[in-house]
């Protein structure tokens, strides 16, 4: 049984540091690692400290051996594309929905157990990924060096007197920064590509190699002003006093990260389990105790301090059409930097 194999697997893990750590690659099973068919290798874009807790804890309750391969979301995405003939990867973990519906012919669609409990506005209508937790975009400022009420709107980051003073990472190598660009592009409206060359420019020229990087940028006061998830912000501003939070009231996106069975998964049945304990109330219950996140379940308890959904000028965020446009849009990004996009 897989409880008996757990001890066996947790004696290893002293020895070999393997159960549930992460690699660059999946590693190579020991001799006294479990049989095939009860390990899981889940690729992930989860910073460690969301993962590592959560693999942990299902690996004790199942004896599954997960093997975790952790990096940015594009990166990940794409080496799933490049094994479609012989997936090496059975869950992709993390990554906003929009770029997992972009990557939909590497995934098998899946109702995962508990669905109904699952708020309809977060759910997808294929079953092609299942949500994890919903992630409001926000933008930051340094309180030192910008006045309350003087950036309150995705309007306010194509003003010149901005220009190089906005941290904002790659969005071919963040889904959370994609995110936030396909909001700013909905909320604006307009000609598309005109609203990215304003605010590609205005970012005189630089862009952040990862999202964490934007929260340093703006506390220590090389950019005024940022653009984030508000779990990422909530997180700063307790360590930070000069840091404060605006959700842009010309619109906010709040777009689900999600999970994922990788098609041809090698032990999609573990991967099914997989799925259906991240969204089980014992899981979801720690995105708001201790990740700070909005949890996607009918009735789940709100984070402190945080306005509920109804209470925040939603922009009408068309997920399909953000994943459809992807390449398009990265590609004219790319551009203004100098690079070919995703």
Not at 173 to 198: C, K, N, P, V
């Amino acid at each position: 049984m897989r409880r008996t194999v757990l001890s066996a697997l947790l004696s290893c893990a002293l020895l070999l540091g393997l159960a549930g750590c992460a690699a660059q690659t999946p590693s190579p099973a020991p001799d006294c690692a479990p049989a095939e068919g009860d390990r899981l290798v889940v690729y992930t874009s989860h910073k460690e400290e969301v993962w590592r807790p959560i693999v942990k804890e299902f690996e004790e309750r199942t004896g599954i051996w997960v093997d975790v391969v952790y990096g940015p979301t594009s990166e990940l995405l794409k080496r799933v594309a490049q094994e479609e003939k012989s997936p090496q990867a059975d869950v992709m973990f993390g990554g906003g929905a929009e770029s997992l519906t972009a990557y939909r012919h590497c995934f098998t669609p899946y109702a995962c157990a508990g669905a109904d409990r699952i708020l309809a506005r977060f759910r997808a209508p294929d079953g092609l990924w299942t949500p994890f937790s919903a992630l409001p975009v926000v933008l930051i400022y340094n309180t030192k060096l910008v006045a309350p009420g003087e950036v309150t709107r995705w309007a306010d980051l194509l003003d010149p007197r901005l220009k190089g003073r906005i941290a904002f990472s790659d969005p071919a190598a963040s889904g959370s920064s994609y995110t936030a660009l396909a909001t700013m592009l909905s909320a604006l409206g307009g000609e598309r590509d005109e609203t990215i060359r304003r605010f590609a420019e205005n970012l005189g020229g630089v862009q952040l190699d990862s999202s964490g990087e934007v929260l340093t940028a703006v506390a220590n006061g090389d950019a005024w002003v940022g653009i984030t998830l508000e779990e990422s912000a909530l997180k700063r501003i307790a360590e930070e006093k000069n840091i404060a939070m605006v959700y842009p009231e010309d619109g906010v996106s709040c777009v689900p990260d999600g999970t994922a069975i990788v098609k041809g998964a090698p032990h999609e049945e573990n991967a099914r389990l997989f799925l259906d304990f991240t969204v089980s109330p014992e899981v979801q219950s720690l995105l708001t105790s201790r990740f700070c996140r909005r949890s996607v379940l009918d009735g789940a308890v709100l984070l402190d301090g945080v306005p509920r959904l109804d209470q925040l000028p939603l922009v009408s965020y068309d997920l399909d059409r953000a994943a459809a446009d992807r390449e398009a849009i990265l590609m004219t990004w790319a551009f203004y930097f100098g690079g070919a996009g995703s």
